[in-house]
């Protein structure tokens, strides 16, 4: 196992944050101190690729603080074990300043407020019923399609209208790079930057309906250096164009039901001479909570009118993985073993002769 | 053709689960949150509070009270015997669901920190009454010592 420098170090910037502000709050107030660590372990079966395997999922630090009456902040380290190292991922980390609850400003690395999932769920797997995120809402990092990351500025809040809550969420960042992946945090390609609106209501009963509307440039680019840039000097790879993306869900959850439905639309467009691509992308994902069981069935489905350029140039399993059509069918169960972790057993078939995976997982939080 | 089919029929068949659970639900909650007294600090301003305005607080979709303070929910914990009645009444869950409810709201910057949780109603009433800013829900016809009731209207 190889620990580069910099998981050290921000390791030790983790710790000693958590030290300086542990010291200042009372024996009550820890119990609410927000810092969660959150982390998970499984059993893999991958049916014909590999065989089967244990695995240790990531180790996931969210620590959010409060700095002052309007202002906060929040950071989320992921160490994402490799086959001989331990990645980090800093996966969000921006300041909130509240003016009121109808406007909360956010700056830095966000997720995209896309529908529901993205826009509620982050890494820690405990938080979520199944054992792996939906096709839809994978990391870029893992081969997802969407910009699930955001770097720039956030513009929300929310109000009562009768007995339900009305959000809304602007983003506006430095959008797509000339690579999908990792999300571009430190410029923007585009003189035009990236936005998406989503808008929501929620009502009383756990009922939620909402849609979203992206807009990134696909700026072009060039093949990344050594050290991550992706500047000047390297191999021109990156087709130019512009990616929409339109998006609806429906989530219901309560104590008896959890029932999740997203839906995204997306379209590239090209101004240098490659075709535009649409994908669709969904999943249906349906729980019964049984006590200290929740048996749940999730559906996800995917198409590709044509390879698309974009996607094909930087991650070439994309277009194999998709293959103009995908479909993922989902079969597992929750068991809640304590107040903090949780047994998770599912399988999953594709639609793919023969191809399934199985997986347990317990995951935890303390 | 044949995927078309097959989306509507999944789409088809989360409508009925929809409404399916809807109808359960609905029963689950009749029993309303008729049982409950809302109690708060002494600190609060509020003199009464209304039903709505009570669900929007534990959803964690009102944060602060009139005057820009912060709230603070103190909650019974999976292990008081009403908290999972008090959970179902005002967030349609249960006190585990609503434990992770607000975890993800807390990383979210939605809450500063996860509701205070009491295992008893005796011991969510000390902490209300010694917490400032803080309402919490509980039976009805318990002693609420320094703490004083909001009186809920519809």
Do not use: C
């Not at chain 1, 792996?132 to 209208?161: D, S």
Request: proline share 4%; no cysteine.
């Amino acid at each position: 196992m190889i620990l580069r420098t910099r998981t050290l170090i921000y390791f030790v910037f983790s710790i000693a944050i958590l030290s300086l502000n542990v010291g200042r709050l009372s024996h009550a107030e820890v119990n609410r101190f927000p810092l969660k660590v959150f982390s998970d372990v499984g059993y893999l079966y991958d049916n014909p690729s590999s065989t089967d395997s244990f695995r240790v999922g990531g180790l996931n630090l969210f620590l959010s603080s409060t700095i002052d009456k309007k202002t906060s902040f929040l950071v989320e380290l992921v160490f994402q074990p490799k086959v001989q190292s331990v990645d980090v991922d800093l996966e969000r980390t921006y300041a909130q300043y509240v003016i009121g609850t109808w406007l909360k400003v956010s700056a830095g690395l966000l997720h995209t407020a896309f529908g529901f999932w993205n826009d509620t769920y982050h890494h820690g797997r405990y938080l979520y019923t199944p054992a792996n995120r939906p096709y839809m809402e994978r990391m870029e990092f893992e081969g997802g399609i969407l910009p699930i990351h955001t770097a720039g500025v956030e513009l929300r809040g929310n109000g009562l209208v009768g007995h339900s809550n009305l959000l809304y969420a602007l983003d506006i960042g430095n959008g797509r790079g000339p690579v999908k992946n990792p999300p571009s945090m430190m410029r923007s390609y585009s003189r035009t930057k990236a936005f998406n609106l989503l808008l929501a209501a929620e009502f009383e009963n756990g009922l939620r309906l909402g849609g979203n509307a992206y807009r990134s440039d696909m700026p072009g680019g060039y093949q990344p250096a050594s050290d991550g840039t992706a500047l000047a000097g390297g191999l021109a790879i990156g087709p130019k164009g512009t990616e929409y993306i339109g998006g609806l869900h429906l989530v219901y959850n309560s104590s008896l039901f959890e029932i999740l439905n997203e839906y995204a639309r997306v379209l590239h467009t090209y101004s240098d001479g490659n075709p535009a691509t649409h994908i669709n992308l969904l999943y249906s994902q349906f729980g019964v909570h049984l006590a200290s069981f929740t048996p749940y069935f999730r559906f996800d489905w995917g198409t590709l009118d044509r390879p698309d350029a974009y996607l094909k140039a930087y991650t070439g399993s994309l277009n194999q993985s998709l293959d103009g059509h995908l479909q993922y069918y989902t079969l597992g169960t929750r068991y809640e073993l304590s107040s903090w972790s949780a047994l998770k057993a599912e399988g999953t078939a594709s639609s793919d002769p023969g191809a399934w995976a199985g997986t347990l997982n317990w995951s935890f939080a303390w | 053709m044949k995927k078309e089919i097959k989306i509507v029929l999944v789409s088809v068949a989360s409508l009925i689960a929809f409404n399916l659970a809807s109808v359960s639900d609905a029963a689950a909650a009749a029993e309303g949150t008729d049982g409950f007294s809302v109690v708060a600090n002494s600190s609060v301003a509020k003199t009464s509070i209304s039903r709505t305005e009570m669900k929007q607080i534990m959803l964690a979709n009102q944060t602060k009270w009139p005057g820009g303070k912060n709230i603070v929910i103190v909650a019974l914990s999976s292990d008081a015997a009403e908290g999972d009645s008090v959970a179902q009444a005002y967030m349609s869950l249960t006190s585990d669901q609503a434990k992770k409810y607000w975890l993800t709201k807390v990383f979210n910057l939605v809450l500063p920190g996860l509701p205070l949780f009491g295992d008893s109603t005796e011991e969510v009433i000390d902490k209300v009454a010694t917490t400032p800013g803080s309402v919490a829900v509980i039976p009805k016809g318990k002693d609420i010592g320094k703490t004083k009731i909001l009186q809920e209207t519809n």
